[in-house]
Every structure is written in structure tokens, then in C-alpha cells.
């Protein structure tokens, strides 16, 4: 009995050692990256639904979940958030959203790599930047020589109420943007102009 109850002892001891040993391991090998993703974009409820916070100093990727009553099957969507943005999620009615995952954006450190051709390098050229004149007033500069359409948003001081325009600005120019009272403007996003 005494046999049986040793090896049954040692056993125990064996997988409980073997269970702390791949616990150490998992938390070793995960990214830190990945931790610090997590805490900077987050889900917040807005009065007609949520929108995706991303408080990141970066563009992030960001996965929802979202689980409706008597619907089994959740519905996952992914959204490219820009850095230090609000974007506005389509979901509506009942039902829990959360965030599956954060990733960094294709060419950011951490982010996804190029496995055909991992030399070549495929960085958009950023055309246009907000920034500020010498008088102070806010402006959409255009670097390229192509026109170039940019959505800002104008937010309170709190962040909310944010408020979106979109902007056509020719190649090479810079257009004045009015602040109508919002205590911050951000760049939303760009596209190639409309033809």
C-alpha cells in the first residue's frame, strides 16, 4: 500500500511540475507586444452604439466578437484603427461586443511581414499631415502631387461627440481647417480623390 501510495505521489508531483513548466513556457513566449496592443484599443458605448478606442501611438488592427441573443454563432469583424482615433463599429440592437484581438498594422513594428518578398517594402507614402500654420490655425497639408481626400474629426473635450468631415485637397497644397468650437481634431484617414 505504501509502494502504491508513493508512486501515485510522485505522479501528482511529476504533472504538477510538468504543468508549472508549460505554464512558464506559454508565458515566455508570448509577445509583449501583444499585452501592450491590448490596453491601448478597447470597445466604448456610445449613445447609439460603440465605437473602437485606439489610444496606441499607432495604426492598430483591431478583431470584435460579437454574440447576439438567440443567434449561436457569434459574427467577428476586423477594422484597421488609425493611431489616436475613434472608429464607429456597424453593429446594432442586443447583443455583447468584445475584442478578440490587437495587432500592429501591416509595416508597423510587430506587425504583419511580407512572406513572398520579405525585402520588399510596401510603405505607403503618407500624402498629407494635419498640423498647425504660424498664425495657429489647423491645416490638411498635401505633400504629393496627386489629390488626395482626408476625413478629420472634431471631438469634445471628453473625446466623445466626435463629429467627421471629409476634405479634398489638390497635389502640393494645404487647406485651412476651422476648429467650430471642438477641443480636438484628428486625422481619420485618407483616400486617393474620387474621379
Avoid: H
Amino acid at each position: 500500500m505504501e509502494k502504491k501510495l508513493s508512486i501515485f505521489a510522485f505522479q501528482a508531483e511529476f504533472f504538477a511540475v510538468l504543468g508549472l513548466v508549460l505554464l512558464m513556457t506559454l508565458l515566455w513566449a508570448l509577445p509583449v507586444e501583444a499585452a501592450v496592443n491590448t490596453r491601448c484599443a478597447r470597445l466604448a458605448p456610445t449613445g447609439g452604439g460603440e465605437v473602437i478606442v485606439n489610444e496606441c501611438d499607432r495604426c492598430r488592427i483591431v478583431k470584435i466578437t460579437r454574440k447576439r441573443p438567440g443567434n449561436s454563432v457569434p459574427v467577428s469583424r476586423t477594422f484597421n484603427v488609425p493611431a489616436k482615433s475613434t472608429f464607429p463599429v456597424p453593429f446594432r440592437g442586443p447583443g455583447r461586443s468584445r475584442v478578440t484581438s490587437v495587432q500592429a498594422c501591416e509595416g508597423d513594428p510587430g506587425g504583419a511581414i511580407e512572406l513572398v518578398n520579405p525585402k520588399a517594402k510596401k510603405k505607403a507614402e503618407t500624402c498629407i499631415n494635419l498640423k498647425r500654420n504660424l498664425r495657429g490655425a489647423i491645416v490638411l497639408a498635401n505633400s504629393c502631387s496627386a489629390c488626395k481626400a482626408a476625413m478629420i474629426e472634431r471631438q469634445d473635450r471628453s473625446g466623445t461627440n466626435g463629429k467627421r468631415q471629409v476634405y479634398k485637397i489638390k497635389g502640393l497644397a494645404a487647406i485651412e481647417v476651422p476648429q467650430l468650437g471642438a477641443a480636438k481634431v484628428g486625422l481619420v484617414g485618407t483616400i486617393d480623390c474620387p474621379k
